[in-house]
């Protein structure tokens, strides 16, 4: 038997209701005494706006609501799947897994389901496994969800992170067969370099122990995403004998509207070719790449027979980019 390649075969996504603006964001920090401008965030970030969960609304329902878009578009019914993967790193509980509850709410009974925790190149992470256990041949058609709700860990006093992330889900099936679709993939991580993006809070004897809020040191995270979005896009397309001039479409992690400009001037790509949805989205860390993939299929950008570059980078430090012909 030859080896199966594997293959994205539909997309979907989620948001949440409510998108708050900047300057209605403004308003609310004000409100606590925290200063800040529309003109600082579009300037700094690019960012618009950003979508932000209603209390009530888990991790999951978003991460349900882009399973079952992305099953709709591949055609495919929902106990078909046998893998279910879901990067997060706002799960709503310890244990059971997101992807374990997504998988019951899908009935997707006897699926393998597992959460993937490398915080924004979580997505990333979860497509190269899945294009692994593809192409091993143990499994056959696999869900992968990015879904966060990082506004439950943001430190709403600290306006040097809380104006950059929003919460979202997006999602792909990913199924065998007899054409390549995903043409490279590699993971890497700098465990050393941990401490520049954490939440280092810990459930401890009944109570949060420690800091439960996200904390950044801004530039160096965007010094060291710059650097190694580039190596990373080098390096697979190396692994697939092509060029970035090769490439239909660069979709990068969404974090700041610097960091994707910088990282397509360093491939040489001009920035039509690079998709952008932080401007509405916000960073949505492991939700953003597909997020922002099921965006541009929708409108028509991203179409059958052409290259996209996935690119994830973020806590851990992680990064890593999955080369696939769509
Ligand atoms: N509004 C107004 N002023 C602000 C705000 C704000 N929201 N936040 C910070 N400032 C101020 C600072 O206090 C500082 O003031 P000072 O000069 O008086 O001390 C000034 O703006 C400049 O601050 P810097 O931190 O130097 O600003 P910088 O140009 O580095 O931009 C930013 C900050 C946007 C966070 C930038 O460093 C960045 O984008 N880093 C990457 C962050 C990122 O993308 N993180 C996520 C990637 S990985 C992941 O997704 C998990």
Known sequence: MTTPFARVTGTGSALPERAVSNAELVRELAARNVETSDEWIV???GIRQRYLAAEGVGTVDLAERAARAALAAA???PDSVDLVIVATSTPDQVFPSTACSVQARLGAVGAAAFDV???CSGFVYALSLADALIRVGSHRRALLIGAEVYSRILDWNDRSTCVL?????????LEAGSTPGILASRMHADGARGSILTVAGRLNQGAAAGDPF??????AVFKLAVDVLESSAREVLALADLGPEQIDWLIPHQAN????AASAKRL???PERVVVTVDRHGNTS???VPLALDVARADGRVRPGQRILLQGVGGGFTWGSVLLRM
């Open 75 to 77: 055609g495919v019914a």
């Open 117 to 119: 925790q490398a915080a």
């Open 286 to 288: 492991a939700a953003s």
């Open 257 to 260: 509207i610097r960091i994707l």
């Open 165 to 173: 992330f929003g919460d979202g889900a997006g999602a792909v099936v």
């Open 43 to 45: 300037a700094r970030t």
């Open 268 to 270: 040489g790509l001009p």
């Open 214 to 219: 996200l904390r950044m040191d801004g530039k």
